[in-house]
């Protein structure tokens, strides 16, 4: 592989000064640029929804799919751009041995026929649940892995450059602070002096008509031509500047100036050039920081189609339970007879799709019984059905409950109604009375009152 030995070099250096320079701004050693405040709080605003949406993200994901080794199987088919494959839900698979163990104990046996239905009931939420978590990773979890993968690093690398725009500007603030500190110093330096301080030399003429002692010093022959009177000459003495000390003393201190000057045109030329490329480079970073407006925006749209998706998987759920309950019930109700059904424990109430409200905050299993009359009889006309000798109670009803069918009676929680059993009527069910409304309504729904 061919490497640029120079290049690697420059960028090795560039990295130690700034890596020097950072470390300096941590311990207040250094000037640094300060951000203005909105700026500021786009960047704090960004990082946080950065972090929250990678949390969101990873719990999303255990939600969908709860066993580690599977996330990673997943994970590592995306990465290597594959198709994951079809994986059997803990629904299905339940399913499979519920059949399985009804061919092998007897399909026809009680216990058989109802493993069987059961059997059938959780292949279809088995079949609903990967709907759902198809539908939740398309409309929710892809936005997001889209957004930390995409428009995130984006960000960052734009980030990155703006720091490294921001520590140029301030080396270059740096330097061009010590290049007029220099120049106002040599500015107050005197042009010469007749006395010769230790940190000042002879200029090179003078320095070497002293030391050239083969000939007669000039002032003796100044002498012999100006019998009058005379006078050593003044020598000029240098200071000891960088410039001065690299040339030994070939340049003056007007030269010497003239240097400082233009070490501070250059300077302030590149605090230009470094300020104008930190302002483009902050306008760039600016844009992409506000686009997070957008980006929660996104994300709600895909938040509302994930409640959806999932409201619709649960009612599928409360369906097909709802309807292998009223399967169960009825078996039940011809091998036990005389026996309620389904358990006293009280069940979450049913999702609606019509209606946002929901019912009580627990609901009682329904007894499931298809007409009052015995098989074979016509349906019992409600309107001709009187109350029994032995007289009506008032009962308060605990739950809302939706008819099923024209023969039930629908209630609202905590109203009054009048209830009374008929002679070979299901011990479940009573027929109960509203004002001029009459209809079958579950026990389980009811307290009776005294």
């Keep these: 592989m061919d490497f640029n030995m120079k290049k690697l070099a420059s960028d090795a250096g560039i990295f130690f000064t700034r890596a020097v320079q950072f470390t300096e701004e941590k311990f207040g050693q250094a000037e640094k640029t300060e951000l203005d405040a909105h700026f500021e709080n786009l960047l704090a605003r960004a990082d946080s929804t950065k972090n929250w949406t990678e949390r969101i993200l990873r719990q999303t994901e255990v939600l969908l799919q709860p066993n580690p080794s599977a996330r990673v199987e997943e994970f590592l088919y995306e990465k290597l751009d594959r198709k994951v494959p079809s994986r059997v839900t803990n629904g299905e698979l339940l399913a499979q041995y519920m059949a399985e163990a009804a061919s ?8 058989g026929t109802t493993l069987v239905k059961v059997s059938e009931a959780e292949k279809r939420l088995g079949a609903a649940e990967r709907d759902f978590i198809h539908a939740a990773s398309v409309s929710f979890l892809t936005p997001l892995r889209n957004f930390l993968e995409g428009d995130w690093k984006t960000i960052s690398k ?3 450059l703006l720091q490294n725009r921001r520590l140029d500007l301030d080396a270059c603030k740096a330097r061009l602070k010590k290049a007029k500190a220099a120049e106002a110093k040599a500015s107050t330096v005197p042009d010469f002096q007749e006395t010769r301080p230790r940190n000042y030399i002879l200029s090179a003429s003078a320095s070497a008509t002293l030391d050239d002692t083969s000939r007669p010093p000039p002032w003796a022959e100044w002498k012999e031509k100006h019998p009058g009177g005379w006078r050593p000459p003044c020598f000029f003495l240098l200071p000891l500047t960088p410039s001065v000390t690299q040339a030994r003393g070939c340049l003056s201190l007007p030269e010497d100036r003239k240097l400082w000057n233009d070490e501070v045109d250059k300077a302030e030329q590149e605090l230009r050039v470094a300020q104008t490329e930190f302002d483009r480079q902050a306008e760039v970073t600016r844009l992409l920081l506000e686009g997070i407006s957008s980006t929660h925006v996104n994300h709600l749209r895909c938040l509302h189609e994930f409640v ?10 409360y369906r097909h339970m709802l309807d292998l309950q009223k399967q169960l019930g009825s078996a039940q109700g011809a091998i036990f007879p005389g026996t309620f059904v389904g358990t006293p424990e009280p069940a979450s109430p049913p999702l609606s799709s019509t209606s946002p409200t929901t019912a009580a905050a627990t609901m009682p299993v329904v007894p499931a019984v298809a007409s009052l009359a015995p098989p074979g009889e016509a349906a019992l006309c409600l309107e001709e059905v009187a109350p029994s000798t032995s007289g009506t109670r008032k009962a308060r009803v605990l739950y809302d409950y939706e008819a099923a069918d024209s023969s ?3 209630l609202l929680a905590d109203e009054l109604i009048t209830v009374y059993s008929l002679p070979g009527m299901d011990p479940d069910w009573l027929i109960g009375e509203r004002g001029n409304k009459k209809g079958k309504v579950p026990v389980t729904y009811l307290e009776l009152l005294s």
């Design 104 to 111: 092998e104990l007897g399909p026809t046996t009680p216990y």
């Design 158 to 160: 734009e980030r990155r």
């Design 308 to 317: 959806k998706s999932q409201t619709t998987y649960y009612a599928q759920c």
């Design 408 to 410: 039930e009676l629908a």
